[in-house]
């Protein structure tokens, strides 16, 4: 049996690496801190540690080192149009939907390179169309046996896949997406 890591992750970072970290990105301690999900009392401790810092920062740390503009590409976009959906794997950002229905517009932000893992999988550049169908598949289906049932359970008038994902967040048997909509 090899005593080699089997990964290149360090084992710790110093307070030092911290400083440069934050330097590569321009974050402020605050930034950097909401980033790391800490708060800026731990980021500033960590800048004025003598001790070797251990824990996930390190992981994160060596991730944004090799990847400088990782934490810019994991910004929240500011919002295009008026409807934004949430494209969501348990509790996992996996695309952000901009949408304007009346224009028939929509602007795709995809968070994870998984296709399958994506609202529109290869498509970056939806038609409305593709959104649409997108939505629907979200949904029961329209031809559903006894669908005005179904949508009176939901209190809903009659089928649009948005009030039913507005209602049901899109979740669907044996999966585990959802869809949160901001308006």
Known sequence: MSNRPRYITPKHITSDEIKLIREITGMTQKEFAEFAGVSKRTVE?????????????????????????????????EKKYKMRLWYMYHDFVCTILDVDEMERKVEVHNFITNPLFRALGVNTEPTFEEYEEFLKS?????????????LKKLDLPFYDPIMIIEKTQGRMADDDFWIKIER
């Not at 003598?50 to 400088?68: F, M, Q, S, Y």
């Not at 979200?138 to 179904?150: A, N």
């Open 138 to 150: 979200r949904c029961f289906p329209e031809t559903r046996d006894k669908l005005k049932l179904e």
């Open 45 to 77: 401790r960590w800048e004025y540690s003598d001790e070797e810092i251990t824990g996930p920062i390190t992981v994160i740390a060596d991730l944004i080192i090799k990847n400088h503009d990782l934490p810019q590409r994991l910004e929240v976009p």
